[in-house]
């Protein structure tokens, strides 16, 4: 009797695959709750946010690659576009107070490394283009919640050079027929983080004794969404989204930044006369929501982690494993929720 052939396992680039959202996805992909027959590159230039110890739990993993590099390489993106099925694009400059300081990078590596990548995808035909945006992209909004449709409004050079890659990214399925598929993802918090953003900030300076800095008066509304859930709703877009649709990603938890410090004093055993109150920043976002209904409707998408519990678990995490953030903390800089 002759055995059917085993068929290849589906190839999987993933920029940025060694920071925070990034490496989740990747160890959620080899993890034992993982496809099957999935091999993962991940392509990194490892920036200070970058962490090859993020990838740790799936190093020995046969199935995953790592390629030292950068986005804006074309001809290293394009050897690998050429032997991969599908792309799923994390790698970004991400953090606003830096695109706010020096927005030139955030053009390069958000705009031009996106247009690379897509030229790379194009070439080669690749069959699935996965791209991760932010809610940023939306402006802020006094009520109710974005929906896809909405027209785009950024308000900070990082959002804005997301807002470019995002429309770049959709023409090149409108222009080209390329499957992309954009996901817009509300604030996320979970292990890995680095300590710059404000969960991971507010928790590692805490921990250690030190003060928090709050913007203004602390009344800026964010919702935030646990990385598991994030992820998992990445790899639906992946597996069964549609071509050329955007698709909203939100964690159903709103809160204040107040509200959130609140959280992070009593979960590390602090008080207020732990917070400083600093200038609010520029062009700071009063409140960002989107509305998620449609994954939901599409893609059975929810999102399963409890907030009260992803925290704590989230806080412990780092409470556990300071050798990990310990190295990143003299050179953090001091910013509050994006």
């Known amino acids: 009797m002759t055995l059917p052939a085993q068929q290849p396992p589906t190839r999987v680039l993933v920029t940025g695959g060694a920071g925070f959202i990034g490496s989740h996805y990747v160890r959620t992909l080899l993890g034992p709750t993982g496809p099957d027959h999935v091999a993962v590159t991940v392509l990194d230039r490892l920036t200070y946010a970058g962490n090859r110890a993020n990838l740790a739990p799936v190093a020995d993993h046969p199935a995953l690659a790592f390629v030292h590099g950068d986005i804006r390489d074309a001809d290293l993106v394009d050897h690998l576009a050429a032997d991969h099925d599908d792309v799923v694009h994390f790698a970004a400059e ?3 107070d830096r695109s706010i300081t020096g927005a030139a990078e955030f053009v390069r590596t958000n705009v031009l490394g996106t247009q690379v990548l897509l030229d790379a995808a194009l070439r080669h035909r690749v069959r699935t283009f996965v791209h991760i945006s932010t809610d940023e992209v939306y402006g802020s909004i006094p009520a109710g919640s974005w929906t896809e449709s909405e027209p785009l409004a950024p308000n900070s050079p990082y959002a804005a050079s997301k807002a470019s890659a995002d429309l770049l990214a959709l ?32 928790t590692t300076r805490l921990l250690t004794g030190g003060a928090v800095p709050l913007y203004g008066d602390g009344s800026h509304v964010r919702d935030w ?15 069964r989204g549609r071509a050329g649709e955007v698709y909203n990603i939100g964690g159903g938890t709103e809160l204040t930044n107040r509200e959130l410090t609140a ?75 994006r």
């Open 94 to 96: 991400s953090h606003v």
């Open 171 to 202: 023409a090149y399925h409108r222009t080209h027929g390329l499957d992309v598929r954009v996901t817009r993802c509300s604030n996320n918090y979970g292990p890995y983080q680095y300590p710059e953003k404000v969960i991971p900030l507010f």
């Open 225 to 239: 969404l646990h990385v598991d859930d994030h992820v998992r709703a990445v790899e639906a877009v992946r597996l």
């Open 263 to 337: 959280l992070l004093l009593e979960a590390c055993g602090a008080d207020w006369s732990h917070v400083t109150h600093v200038e609010d920043r520029k062009g700071h976002d009063r409140r960002y929501s989107v509305d998620w209904t449609k994954i939901r409707d599409e893609l059975d998408y929810r999102p399963g982690t409890d907030f009260t519990k992803g925290l704590a678990e989230t806080v412990a995490w780092y409470r556990q494993n300071r050798d990990w953030w310990g190295p990143l903390l003299p050179g953090t800089r001091v910013v509050a929720a």
